[in-house]
């Protein structure tokens, strides 16, 4: 299937959600961040995804991988999924969805998933990565921003470090503006992530010119105020890798 096929399926739903500031249950959601590649301290991330179906009647979905884009908005290839049934009232588990759905080893990016015929499911996820026996990692959520978001409790310094996560699920380019502040508001780094097309784009804030942030928040302002995006934070301890998910909050939709 054609990139621009693939767009094509996804603009539809997020027009409708447009609306929808609350976030209700839906006909599909975005996880803005999945992950099947390896980080620092030896670390390998993967993330876990469950969509339940919580209709009377079954229904099919499918799912689209978004891979990170890189700096600037390079070439990328969206992934589309081969549908899937779910029974009425039933949930289906994906393991390491980014592998077993997708096969793509060392790959992380942006995840749309959706039914078919628009029945409502209700989506999450988790990124983890193994540790002492066990796993540690973070949820990662999704709220629709448009204009200008906000992530709060970020730290870059020796003991952490934050990338800055945005998904543009627009076939057009566009700019966002990205400013890091301390807990006083004082302005400490700031940039530009340009887009070419639709896609993941994930930024270190040493991209910005941080390096010694104990306390701090970030601004992401949209270059088109009338569309809609996603943003999130990641904030992750240095010595053992595990990570906290800060999900961008925006003004209420008019």
């Excluded at 990170?68 to 969206?78: I, K, L, Q, R």
């Excluded at 193994?130 to 409790?153: K, M």
């Excluded at 390096?211 to 904030?235: E, F």
Aim: avoid cysteine.
């Amino acid at each position: 299937m054609s990139r621009n096929r693939v767009l094509v399926l996804v603009l539809p739903l997020l027009l409708a959600a447009v609306p929808a500031a609350a976030q209700f249950v839906a006909p599909g959601g975005v996880v803005p961040v999945v992950a099947n590649n390896a980080g620092a301290q030896g670390t390998y991330w993967r993330s876990d995804v469950n969509v339940l179906n919580v209709s009377g009647e079954n229904t099919t979905i499918q799912m689209q991988l978004f891979p990170n884009t890189g700096p600037g908005g390079g070439a990328y290839e969206p992934q589309l999924s081969d549908p899937i049934d779910i029974p009425a009232g039933q949930q289906r588990a994906f393991t390491n969805v980014v592998q077993s759905v997708f096969g793509m080893p060392e790959t992380y990016g942006t995840l749309w998933i959706y039914s078919l015929d628009g029945k409502p499911l209700v989506i999450t996820s988790r990124t983890y990565t193994p540790g002492g026996g066990g796993t540690y990692g973070q949820d990662v959520s999704s709220v629709l921003v448009a204009a200008q978001a906000w992530i709060a409790g970020v730290e870059h310094d020796s003991l952490f470090r934050t990338n800055v996560g945005i998904f543009w699920p627009w076939s057009q380019p566009t700019q966002f503006t990205v400013e890091v502040f301390t807990s006083s508001g004082e302005l400490v780094g700031g940039g530009t992530v340009t887009f070419v097309d639709a896609g993941l784009q994930q930024l270190s804030l040493e991209t910005f010119g941080v390096s010694d942030l104990v306390s701090g928040w970030v601004k992401i302002t949209a270059s088109d105020a009338q569309m809609v995006w996603y943003a999130y934070g990641s904030t992750v301890d240095q010595k053992t890798g595990d990570a906290v998910y800060r999900v961008a909050r925006g003004h209420q939709l008019q």
